[in-house]
């Protein structure tokens, strides 16, 4: 673990940053006290909505999202933008440690437009699938006040 360069340049950060990514799974911060993504593909697998396709689709989606968009969105630091021309929402897993919990509230405390966080108490980064029927709900209400 060291020896990772979290810089991410190196010309194998994309190997570095996926076992950083499976070290987040392990330690139960990435499915709220899960150590594995077991019951999500059991749900792709069991649901009436997606096919085994759409599993392996998915899953190279994010694969080439992180390929090609990592390392420029690693270079934005939106901490300089306080104001909006729109309603900001944030859904947060509250044990989220991909993206931190912490720093979303911190940098939420920061920004002066109309906003609002909404916490997942039982989630840590997928709050759409963690707790679905919450999320869902606190969407669509979302969507209808602004």
């Known amino acids: 673990m060291k020896s990772i360069d979290l810089s991410l ?3 194998d950060w994309l190997n570095d ?3 950083i990514t499976k ?3 392990r ?4 499915l709220y006290g899960k150590s594995n993504y077991n019951q999500l593909v059991r749900d792709f697998v069991f649901s009436s909505k997606y096919t085994f396709k759409d ?3 998915r899953e190279k989606g994010s694969l080439q999202s992180i390929q090609y968009l990592w ?4 270079k934005i ?3 300089e933008y306080k104001s909006f021309d729109v309603p900001v929402t944030f859904f947060e897993g509250r044990h989220d440690r991909h993206v ?3 720093l979303v509230e911190d940098y939420y405390h920061t920004i002066k437009t109309t906003k609002k966080l909404i916490w997942f108490e039982n989630s840590s980064h997928f709050p759409q699938w963690e707790e679905s029927v919450k999320f869902n709900e606190s969407l669509i209400s979302d969507i209808k006040q602004n």
């Open 77 to 79: 630091d939106f901490s």
């Open 23 to 25: 070290l987040v799974v």
């Open 17 to 19: 940053l996926l076992f």
């Open 27 to 30: 330690y139960r911060r990435s």
């Open 71 to 74: 390392q420029e969105l690693m």
């Open 100 to 102: 931190s919990s912490a």
């Open 9 to 11: 340049t190196q010309k």
């Open 55 to 57: 599993l392996i689709n």
